[in-house]
């Protein structure tokens, strides 16, 4: 994306680099967590100086479009649904807790490289292996979510832990690691061939898309989730108290 200020505009500087920002930040290789051109090198690219581009970087980073990393750089914000839990479950533990009957029916542990989108998340290189979990879940009389879960390295996960346990359980009381914030992106798909094949439904079916983004108690990405969910079989609540 070429970027060019009008510098014969009556419109301030710092105005049109907010607009010009506002525009690069839709970039699909951006809002996938890719980070922002470094400020010195988008400075020199828009003739304009650091100070002039700081202030319209810190409007965008008030409103809440971008996340700012001292030392490491800007990166759009993820539009997402958040929560904060204070009894972190995992998905078998909240089902247990409802009382409903859960069935594993496929479990894979493996190690690969992330693609980008992953990789962003855990700011780390696409060359760095992390762990890659892939559990098809439901009641006895079938299946009706697939997770795909990627831990950070950091985690220490190792592959050869018992998966049949609550995946949270493990992470706190195996490697002191609490979950502790959620981030979520939920939306409707149709089913390709291979998810459709798990969940035992028509390619093109309707089915509930879950991102999910996990944080420890530092706000430190420790996975990356998603979930596919069967839309006959599940209905996903959110609950909102006004503060």
Same mark, same amino acid.
Do not use: C
């Given at each position: 994306?070429?970027?060019?200020?009008?510098?014969?505009?009556?419109?301030?500087?710092?105005?049109?680099?907010?607009?010009?920002?506002?525009?690069?930040?839709?970039?699909?290789?951006?809002?996938?967590?890719?980070?922002?051109?470094?400020?010195?090198? *988008?400075?020199?690219?828009?003739?304009?100086?650091?100070?002039?581009?700081?202030?319209?970087?810190?409007?965008?980073?008030?409103?809440?479009? *971008?996340?700012?990393?001292?030392?490491?750089?800007?990166?759009?914000?993820?539009?997402?649904?958040?929560?904060?839990?204070?009894?972190?479950?995992?998905?078998?533990?909240?089902?247990?807790?409802?009382?409903?009957?859960?069935?594993?029916?496929?479990?894979?542990?493996?190690?690969?490289?992330?693609?980008?989108?992953?990789?962003?998340?855990?700011?780390?290189?696409?060359?760095?292996?992390?762990?890659?979990?892939?559990?098809?879940?439901?009641?006895?009389?079938?299946?009706?979510?697939?997770?795909?879960?990627?831990?950070?390295?950091?985690?220490?996960?190792?592959?050869?832990?018992?998966?049949?346990?609550? *995946?949270?359980?493990?992470?706190?009381?195996? =490697?002191?690691?609490?979950?502790?914030?959620?981030?979520?992106?939920?939306?409707?798909?149709?089913?390709?061939?291979?998810?459709?094949?798990?969940?035992?439904?028509?390619?093109?079916?309707?089915? *509930?898309?879950?991102?999910?983004?996990?944080?420890?108690?530092?706000?430190?990405?420790?996975?990356?989730?998603?979930?596919? =969910?069967?839309?006959?079989?599940?209905?996903?609540?959110?609950?909102?108290?006004?503060?």
């Amino acid at each position: 994306m070429k970027l060019r200020i009008d510098h014969k505009s009556h419109v301030p500087l710092h105005l049109q680099a907010e607009e010009l920002l506002r525009n690069l930040i839709r970039d699909p290789q951006y809002t996938d967590g890719k980070f922002l051109p470094n400020e010195v090198d *988008l400075a020199k690219q828009l003739a304009i100086s650091r100070t002039t581009l700081r202030q319209a970087l810190n409007k965008l980073v008030y409103e809440g479009l *971008l996340i700012r990393k001292k030392g490491i750089g800007t990166k759009v914000a993820e539009s997402s649904v958040s929560s904060k839990s204070k009894n972190w479950l995992s998905f078998s533990q909240e089902m247990k807790a409802r009382g409903i009957p859960i069935k594993s029916f496929e479990l894979h542990v493996s190690w690969v490289y992330p693609d980008e989108a992953v990789a962003n998340f855990f700011e780390i290189t696409t060359q760095k292996k992390v762990l890659k979990l892939e559990r098809l879940r439901g009641r006895p009389e079938g299946p009706f979510v697939y997770f795909v879960s990627f831990f950070h390295p950091r985690v220490g996960l190792t592959g050869e832990e018992d998966f049949k346990r609550p *995946l949270y359980e493990i992470l706190e009381k195996d =490697y002191l690691v609490i979950a502790n914030l959620s981030k979520e992106e939920i939306s409707a798909k149709a089913a390709g061939k291979f998810i459709a094949g798990k969940l035992e439904i028509e390619p093109g079916n309707p089915i *509930l898309f879950r991102k999910r983004f996990v944080y420890d108690q530092g706000d430190r990405p420790i996975e990356y989730n998603l979930g596919y =969910y069967k839309a006959d079989s599940f209905v996903y609540t959110i609950e909102s108290r006004r503060e």
